[in-house]
């Protein structure tokens, strides 16, 4: 499912010519935006300190943390195709909390704060996240991964409700 040109429409399971097709249509623009900002989070030509293995690691664990099980496995499949191993690969591990490696440890804290409770992240959370060795281009990047993860998980679920009324 990795290599979809549209993951939101697979994922969701949208048949051409299905009535939902025909609204996604009068979202095209749209829909290619999401699915461009899809591959430039996940897997931009330039990752920057966080890499594919990373990024797809992270954007599996709140999948995990949203129980979206087809996104779970689409970042999955991204993980595998990004080679990871070690404790990268144990990111999209909800169990894991980084372990003695406080980079990792900063992400994934960064990570589930802003997934489960986003109004709760202060500026000590980034500085925690500069502590750990975070530049500010790279806290941007991962602010910008679990927004835009989140945000699709979102119109995946909006598609998918609309589909059952359809």
Known sequence: MADNKDVIAAIVGIEPGS?????????????????????????????????????????CRIAKINDDKDFEE??????????????????????????????IK???RHVDLVAHAPKDATRRDI????????????????SELVAFVSYQIRVAAGLRLMRGLA
Not at 127 to 134: F, M, S
């Open 19 to 59: 009535a939902l097709a025909e609204v996604v249509v009068g979202r095209a623009d749209i829909m290619a935006l999401t699915q461009q900002t899809h591959d430039g989070a996940l897997t931009p030509v330039e990752p920057g300190g966080l890499s594919h293995a990373e990024r797809a690691a992270l954007a």
């Open 74 to 103: 689409h970042f999955e499949a991204l993980l595998d195709k990004a080679g990871a191993s070690g404790a990268t690969a144990r990111i999209a591990d909800i169990w894991f909390d980084g372990g003695s490696d406080a980079r």
């Open 106 to 108: 900063a992400l994934i």
């Open 127 to 142: 500085e925690l996240l500069q502590e750990a060795g975070l530049t500010d281009a790279d806290i941007v990047r991962l």
